[in-house]
């Protein structure tokens, strides 16, 4: 196994299987399960799934293969690869590993919290009043502050999490990140699969599944709608934060990148659209239970969905252990494949800059994490600071890393064109010259449309009215945290190997055009 970031000792992935499924592993998180579902009702319903369809197309695989053939190229994590890319746009890749880093630590919170209601589900223990079992009885929820009360039913699962996330990292890529995904990806699928089906057998699971997909063709008109629709491919496909490139670095030479980038972007979509089915069926069942039509029912996404409104849905149900244990198991696994990419990101960035041993970066990175995560989101305070930091290192930081890597690849640095031809001489999926515009310009000048558009509204409108300091320490802070940590990084001399002779593979000769 490699121990360390040189080039010869590069740890790899076993197979293209092991790689399509790590990637899926990211690519399918809580994103999928708890966002999707109530964005695309709240969106335009049946009318949601063409901005959607069209973002995929457009932005999200066209990026995908960007982020691919940038890692698998140049052979690095963000920092590395974009640094051989161009030597001034190392930069970039430390914004993308801040973004990283700080969604890690509250997103495994949140496997956390799920793992203690895997554990509730066994005698459905958050009886009847499920918001107030969530907020008070569970997480102890104050006001939007800094706390330094942990929260004991929090803090243990997070500690699990946390030591079984520097097990993985520290037993490698093929060792350790692989071995999850291959038999985490199929127990999800099927796990997952189950409660859909038991989902859809409930009554009034049509009902549910009218109200997600009737069409509302108004919304295409509204520029929200495709806003929402491109930040959803965004964050669900982990497009843009350095973790695609690192997960193309331990690709082998001999890579079918552009077809398993395919396979990855539309089994990420259809994940997403089967927990569509899975929730809206559920809540439908919900509604006839409580003999109120579907658009009555609060709580539709996010946080409330899966804590309070799921609980509720299950306490109704014949055999709700099962259910809930299916429902909770699922984003524990789903999350946790996710958190595994996050924080490989960032260990294997600063184990190339710093010339450490993977082991090292692992443990120590996990356990930098572990101590900011315990901080900020086990104490009483957790559940709205993972709100703010959530808004704003998605809808703010991501959106900025894509346009400014976007438009340095193809404008500044000039790689359109090799990263093109590179991928189109190890793959079976050619790309046509429509590709360069695409990430060159297309997304590039929408995404900055929606930059705009959205911090219109967080400066005029702030966010869920939380106070207005609050929102400069978590909100804002974050993103300009992420700068200035990114720019430092960046100035720092290059203390890894970062081998002279590097030639990047593989020759071009016979690539078509
Ligand atoms: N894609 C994951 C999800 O849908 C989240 C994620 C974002 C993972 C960014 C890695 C990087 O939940």
Excluded at 146 to 153: D, K, P, Y
Excluded at 154 to 161: I, Q, Y
Excluded at 184 to 204: C, D, M, W
Aim: hydrophobic share 55%.
């Amino acid at each position: 196994m490699a121990q360390s970031g040189t080039d010869a000792q590069r740890d790899t992935w076993t197979s293209n299987r092991g790689f399509i499924l790590a990637a899926i592993g990211s690519a399918v998180g809580l994103g999928n399960i708890w966002r999707f579902p109530g964005v695309a009702y709240e969106s335009g319903g049946g009318a949601f799934l063409i901005p959607y369809l069209i973002a995929l197309i457009t932005a999200g695989i066209p990026i995908l293969f960007l982020d691919y053939g940038i890692g698998h190229r140049f052979r690095g994590s963000a920092p590395l690869a974009l640094r051989r890319l161009h030597r001034r746009a190392e930069g970039i890749g430390w914004f993308q590993t801040m973004l990283l880093f700080i969604i890690s630590i509250y997103y495994a919170a949140v496997i956390a919290w799920s793992m203690s209601f895997f554990y509730f589900s066994f005698g459905t223990k958050w009886g009847s009043d499920t918001q107030n079992f969530f907020l008070n009885d569970y997480l102890h929820a104050a006001d939007p502050g800094i706390s330094s009360e942990l929260v004991a039913g929090v803090a243990w699962p997070l500690a699990l999490v946390w030591v079984l996330i520097i097990i993985v990292l520290a037993t490698g890529i093929s060792g350790g990140v692989e071995k999850v995904n291959v038999i985490g990806i199929p127990l999800l699928v099927l796990g997952f699969g189950a409660l859909v089906i038991r989902a859809l057998t409930l009554p009034g699971a049509t009902d549910g599944l009218n109200a997600l997909f009737t069409p509302d063709w108004g919304a295409l008109t509204d520029l929200d709608v495709w806003i929402a629709a491109y930040s959803q491919i965004f964050f669900s496909m982990s497009i843009a934060f350095g973790i695609m490139i690192a997960y193309a670095s331990f690709q082998r030479r001999k890579a079918n990148m552009t077809s398993s980038g395919l396979v990855v972007g539309f089994a990420n979509s259809s994940f997403e659209i089967l927990a569509g089915i899975g929730v809206f069926s559920a809540l439908g069942f919900l509604a006839h239970q409580q003999g109120v039509a579907v658009d009555q029912l609060e709580g539709l996404t996010g946080p409330i969905l899966s804590f309070v409104t799921f609980p509720a849905v299950i306490s109704q149900m014949p055999g709700s252990a099962l259910f809930g244990a299916l429902f909770f198991g699922s984003l524990v696994i789903a999350g946790f494949t996710s958190l595994v990419s996050l924080v490989v990101g960032v260990s294997v960035a600063l184990q190339e800059k710093f010339g450490l041993s993977q082991r090292t970066a692992a443990v120590s990175v996990g356990v930098v994490c572990a101590a900011f995560s315990f901080g900020l989101f086990a104490t009483t305070t957790g559940l709205v600071a993972l709100d703010t930091v959530d808004m704003f290192a998605n809808n703010v930081g991501v959106v900025t890393s894509a346009i400014v890597m976007c438009v340095t690849v193809v404008w500044l640095a000039r790689r359109g064109e090799l990263l093109r031809l590179h991928l189109n001489t190890v793959s079976t999926f050619k790309l046509g010259r429509w590709w360069i515009p695409l990430v060159g310009v297309f997304a590039p000048v929408f995404l900055t449309v929606m930059l705009v558009q959205k911090l219109r509204e967080l400066i005029v409108d702030g966010y869920e009215g939380y106070p207005d300091w609050y929102i400069g320490v978590f909100g804002w802070g974050t993103v300009v945290l992420a700068v200035v940590v990114a720019a430092g990084l960046a100035l720092t001399g290059w203390k890894g190997r970062d081998d002279p002779a590097f030639v990047a593979w593989p020759p071009l000769e016979g690539a078509k055009r």
